[in-house]
């Protein structure tokens, strides 16, 4: 089955403790993103990836890291995780080109950060 | 700078009514729109991409246009169900420049009553 997923789906952490949560996709897509929604502010992108290697910064990418060494994954790094980070996350990934680039998106990360 | 706004932001009807969603946006130069439904806490489901070049994409009981030179397209969902009770967002896809990123539109949440 064609899908993003991503871990873990749920999340309760402390305030500078270091966290990884993981996004994979089974589509061979090249484009991959991570957005945050938070109410009244809707979805925003963090960070995206155009293929292996190739990373760049989105609309809030400060407090976050990304490392895109392999196609299928695309982890998003929390260095030093703050409470304003608490959030809802999503990964997405679809092809490059313009005409195909429908976005499928993962289930979503639950982030609390006391 | 593009920006997506959804109207109404809420919206409730009887079972059986016939809807539209409404969304716009302030820059013409899109590849494309997409419809998505977020059901509460869960990710984002994917109904309908349109093309820069299309005016309407179908599927079962919803029809999405698109008149990209008015920045605006519309949603509209026939003979409404109970299980159509979600969050619709729209979000576009601009071409041009390094914007590789949807930008969403902060939903209008329906209720569908039996």
């Known amino acids: 089955e064609a899908q993003v997923t991503q871990n873990p789906r749920y999340l309760i952490t402390v305030t500078g403790k270091k966290l990884t949560v993981t996004c994979s996709q089974n589509?061979?897509?090249?484009?991959m993103s991570w957005y945050r929604q938070d109410p009244g502010l809707g979805l925003r992108q963090i960070y995206y990836?155009?293929?292996?290697?190739?990373?760049d910064k989105g609309d809030v990418p400060e407090g976050y890291k990304v490392s895109r060494k392999e196609k299928r994954n695309f982890p998003l790094i929390l260095e030093s995780p703050s409470p304003n980070q608490t959030s809802l996350y999503f990964c997405a990934s679809s092809l490059i080109a313009p005409d195909y680039n429908e976005q499928f998106f993962g289930p979503g990360t639950r982030l609390t950060v006391l | 700078k593009q920006e997506v706004t959804q109207i109404p932001a809420a919206l409730s009807v009887p079972e059986g009514e016939n809807l539209v969603l409404n969304c716009s946006f302030t820059d013409s130069a899109i590849y494309n729109l997409q419809w998505f439904r977020q059901d509460p806490g869960k990710g984002l489901t994917s109904l309908l991409l349109?093309?820069?070049?299309?005016r309407e994409q179908t599927s079962g009981r919803l029809n999405a246009s698109l008149d990209k030179s008015s920045g605006r397209s519309t949603l509209y969902i026939a003979a409404s169900q109970p299980g159509d009770s979600a969050t619709y967002l729209c979000?576009?896809?601009?071409?041009?420049?390094?914007?590789?990123?949807?930008?969403f539109g902060k939903g209008t949440l329906l209720t569908v009553n039996p």
């Open positions: 979000a576009v896809w601009n071409s041009g420049g390094s914007n590789y990123k949807l930008t």
């Open positions: 349109i093309q820069s070049s299309q």
């Open positions: 589509m061979n897509h090249e484009y």
């Open positions: 990836s155009m293929n292996v290697e190739v990373t």
